[in-house]
């Protein structure tokens, strides 16, 4: 083992630790892992293929995310590295907070605190989604992003599937962007 691969390895597992740390949520991580990886260990254009396959394959996001990151910048040790540091914040949150819940399931307050946290919640998508936007077009956001963005919107307003609306929107990306 050289030491920069080494270097390498630390570097990942601090970027997932610390992501999934100060976002512990899967699409809010995005954001703060694009400052985190682009520019320092992968490049903006690497960084949207990865959100955009890891979102296409079954399972969950931020685990394909961390693989596909983790890969680019270490190879396979890279993988192993930044699962750790996505998976180790998250488990030991969830282990706290079960145990939080579990003391305080017959409170009432915990239902008004489930009920404060859901327009934070959707406000966070929000966000994220401008950022997506933002980040999938360094350009000022044209029709053909637009019709995208509305058209996706659409199909997920009628429940078509997470993987077949990007799926779809990919195929539309290339006809729509294949001559600039």
Do not use: C
Request: aromatic share 10%.
């Amino acid at each position: 083992m050289n030491r920069s691969n080494f270097t390498v390895w630390i570097k990942l597992l601090w970027m997932f630790l610390k992501v999934n740390l100060l976002s512990p949520s899967g699409p809010a991580s995005v954001g703060l892992l694009y400052r985190e990886a682009v520019g320092t260990i992968m490049t903006e254009e690497r960084f949207v293929e990865a959100v955009g396959f890891s979102n296409v394959l079954p399972g969950s996001e931020a685990l394909k995310l961390a693989m596909f990151v983790g890969f680019a910048a270490g190879g396979i040790p890279g993988v192993f590295t930044a699962l750790l540091g996505a998976v180790l914040p998250p488990t030991v949150m969830m282990f706290i907070l079960a145990t939080v819940l579990q003391r305080f399931q017959h409170e009432d307050w915990l239902g008004g605190f489930v009920a404060g946290m859901s327009p934070a919640v959707a406000a966070l998508i929000i966000v994220v989604a401008i950022e997506l936007l933002r980040v999938g077009q360094t350009k000022k956001l044209g029709k053909r992003t637009l019709l995208i963005a509305a058209l996706s919107a659409v199909a997920f307003y009628f429940e078509v599937p997470s993987p077949f609306v990007l799926l779809g929107a990919g195929i539309l990306g290339v006809l729509l962007f294949r001559n600039g």
